[in-house]
């Protein structure tokens, strides 16, 4: 059982490998022990713990992880072999806890499970969101630089953040010309980016935005500019001549215009989603989309996905060591970063993606950490006690122990 794991393991990483790079066999082993290794250590997961863990002593993998590896391109190809092909990429800073004062990139950093700045780092991530599959693949982590170093540059943080998205769109729009980000990217320079980078933005807007109507009666034959905007927009009171009711149930109604938002100088279309509680108070959230031929549906569709990013980050950070790089360089932290987020798609395409859809529960990173942490204990038993794993009597044996404490076993 632990034999057939690994080897699934080896033959998928090894197969992704061989079409991104021509890596010479020790970088490729060394590829593939270190993201099941994230997926074995229980507890922090640090040099420490994999020089404990691994194959090599502790100053090995300082001096790796200092190596560059193209995680975009390596992960861009797990998502084209085994997404479903319906893609929107997703765009999202998370804050990573940090202490010290010697680390690259430490500076104070928004934190929405905090809701404040606090210091550490922070990163910025790239995920290609799967619409069909509900889930998302971890495509590239990049460290956001602290304030001293963006003065520097003469750019702020939305260039920044823009800037990331730009060098790569070649790699991106190979996945999908939609990118979904949070209401913080609704805004025109980097809308504006986006766009003449040849990728469709899908974001949401404040409920107080100035929006308007396109005027769409007859010419008055005036002298002067023909008459563009037909009035401002009230979301509470929506002109149903030119919104179209696309979907109402017991949760929510859906409605879409083409209108232009003055904040953005563009046209956008609009999707309002107007719901009711319990006492009986209306709520409006406003999404939208740059491609104005795009359906309604598939732009509430797309944004409510987007927060499957958001899970990628939770089973980092509880699981796959995220939050736990010991390290100070650049390189090393980026290393650690998209390793540990890597890691979790190797899981899932493993464990998840190959049940089928109508079988599979939730995806369980508790689950997958307990068996394959199991099966480094198993593993270690089997070489110091010289016992045949392949004995007759051993497999069920074996079997309940790699499922030993795990939530469904």
């Not at 057939?4 to 022990?33: A, P, Q």
């Not at 993606?353 to 079988?359: A, H, T």
Request: with cysteine; charged share 25%.
């Amino acid at each position: 059982m632990s034999q057939n794991i690994n080897t699934e393991y080896n033959s998928f990483i090894t197969s992704m490998l061989n079409k991104i790079s021509h890596l010479n066999k020790w970088r490729r082993d060394f590829i593939i022990e270190v993201l099941c290794l994230f997926l074995s250590i229980k507890g922090r997961i640090n040099f420490l713990q994999l020089g404990r863990y691994g194959k090599h002593g502790e100053q090995q993998y300082r001096q790796q992880f200092e190596k560059d590896f193209d995680f975009l391109s390596f992960n861009k190809e797990i998502v084209l072999s085994k997404g479903s092909g319906k893609f929107a990429i997703a765009f999202d800073p998370s804050y990573i806890a940090k202490a010290g004062k010697s680390t690259y990139g430490l500076d104070k950093y928004w934190s929405g499970c905090a809701q404040k700045a606090k210091w550490g780092l922070e990163i910025s991530g790239l995920a290609a969101v799967d619409i069909e599959n509900h889930t998302a693949f971890h495509l590239e982590a990049v460290q956001t630089p602290n304030g001293e170093m963006l003065d520097d540059q003469s750019i702020n943080l939305l260039d920044w953040y823009a800037k990331i998205i730009t060098d790569r769109v070649a790699t991106l729009i190979l996945l999908s010309k939609y990118l979904v980000a949070d209401a913080y990217f609704s805004k025109k320079p980097f809308i504006d980016k986006m766009t003449l980078a040849g990728l469709f933005s899908i974001s949401r807007l404040r409920s107080d935005s100035y929006l308007r109507y396109l005027y769409k009666g007859e010419k008055t034959g005036k002298r002067g500019r023909p008459k563009k905007y037909g009035g401002k927009i009230n979301i509470k009171e929506l002109d149903l001549n030119y919104f179209e009711k696309i979907e109402q149930n017991n949760e929510y109604t859906l409605y879409c215009a083409i209108v232009n938002s003055k904040a953005l100088k563009r046209d956008i279309k609009l999707v309002v989603m107007e719901q009711i509680n319990e006492k009986q108070k209306k709520s409006y959230y406003l999404y939208f989309s740059t491609d104005l031929e795009m359906d309604g549906k598939q732009i509430y569709e797309f944004y409510h996905n987007r927060f499957q990013i958001e899970f990628l980050y939770r089973d980092g950070k509880q699981f796959t060591g995220l939050n736990d790089c010991q390290a100070r360089s650049e390189n090393k932290l980026k290393f650690h970063f998209n390793s540990s987020l890597t890691s979790i798609n190797v899981a899932k395409v493993i464990h998840w993606l190959s049940i089928d859809k109508e079988q599979r529960e939730s995806f369980s990173m508790s689950d997958i950490k307990t068996m394959n942490h199991n099966i480094l204990l198993l593993e270690r038993f089997f070489d110091v006690f010289a016992i045949d794993p392949n004995s007759i009597k051993n497999p069920d044996i074996i079997k309940e122990l790699i499922n030993y404490g795990r939530i469904a076993a």
